[in-house]
């Protein structure tokens, strides 16, 4: 299967979520747990919040990713909890960073794929246009979404072939790496551009006029659970600034 | 100052330049990442200031030969500093995106987006993005330090309040200058090696 960020294909199953929701959650995810702002006032609603992607998988029927993700996230928190006090020096560093960095990104990384898994081009730019985010940002945005598999893929790719000249880390070559590796992926990843570029200006892109979306977009009853959990974390994080 | 040169060229953000914004910014994030990546590791952090300007005026130096319009560059600025944002980095990095992007562009509008040295100059001034991802180190220190040591523990936290301490931002700043102009340099010789070579400067 090819890989990419936005889906190009609806979600058959499942619930649908409004694609402003999402963003709402990753924004809010990526603040509080992520960035972890809020301090130590945060402490509880930190795995609540780490739970909304566990939640959000099931919801469209990902049972085994949600799995997966749940004992991911159990295993480090408890480790962290359980494990940092006692152990000192080089082993207390490598569960620290182990732990401590899964703990942190992984909720992060799994709303924000979820989010690019289930949402098409169409319906983020649907999204956005609702909240009056202008072109000039949006066509950037969604051509980034659009494009950053395929310069991983191609980072990927090169990074095989020249593993075969010997340019590695570690290897014979190794000071050659920049030169080798940067060069052909930033000129294959134009390449690809300019191609994709001329794709979607025959598609009309560049005409002067409003564009009209097909996608049918709004707020049902879980967009409504969404946001008192973000109203209500964003609510907590306040108080507890003020009161401190 | 009258133009002799008049650019029959639309001076408006067209689909197309909005695209190739895009495919720039995925571009340069990519090989910010790899070096920002590493900055989990306490002595990398103070060195992505010098690393990240460095590496990211290969992408700059080449997307300027594209970005012949008013506003491309503060455009590709913004979309960085969110896309920072949104992988964590704090809010800061959205600010200073939006600012240096609209000095970049600034600096290169006055040089007609022509001027060979006002092009690493902007490369310079574009590369001060990258201090906003150290800001929280400098302002609400204490609350960040805080919230670190919750994340990493305390062993993690000092070394790295060693390695950033508070004189050090002044350095980092006109670092992240200095070496964005380097990269510019080196940008510039790569552009002419490759990629005029390959035709897609």
Known sequence: MRREFLSSEQQKKGIHFDPRTKLLLILIISVFVLGGAGGNAMYFLRPVLSLVPFAMLISVGRGFHAALYIIAYTVCYVAQLILLPILTGFTNFLVLILAGTFCRFLPGFIIAYFVVTTTTVSEFMAGMERMHMPSKITIPLSVVFRFAPTVLEEAASISDAMKMRGIRFGGKKSSKILEYRLIPMITCSVKIGEELSAAALTRGLGAPLKRTNICEIGFHFPDVIIFILCGVTVAWAIFSAFSI | MSKDVTQKVSNHIGGKDLITVGIYTVIYIVIIGIFGAL?????????????????????????????????????????????????????WVAITGLVFGLIADLVLKSGKYQSAKRTILACGFFSMW????????????????????????????????????????????????????????????????????????
């Open chain 2, 130 to 201: 990258e201090f906003g991802n150290l800001m929280p180190f400098f302002v609400g220190r204490e609350a960040y330090l805080a919230q670190l040591q919750e994340g990493y523990g305390a062993e993690y936290v000092s070394t790295v309040s060693s390695y950033m301490p508070m004189w050090i931002l002044p350095i980092l700043l006109i670092a992240t200058f200095i070496f964005g102009l380097l990269g510019g340099l080196i940008g510039k010789a790569i552009c002419k090696k490759h990629f005029k070579r390959a035709g897609i400067a």
């Open chain 2, 39 to 91: 900055s989990f590791i306490p002595i990398f952090i103070p060195l992505t200031a010098v690393f990240c300007p460095l590496i990211g005026g290969i992408p700059f130096m080449l997307y300027v030969t594209k970005a012949k319009k008013f506003g491309m560059t503060t455009i590709m600025g913004t979309l960085i500093g969110i896309l920072m944002f949104v992988m964590g980095m704090g809010y």
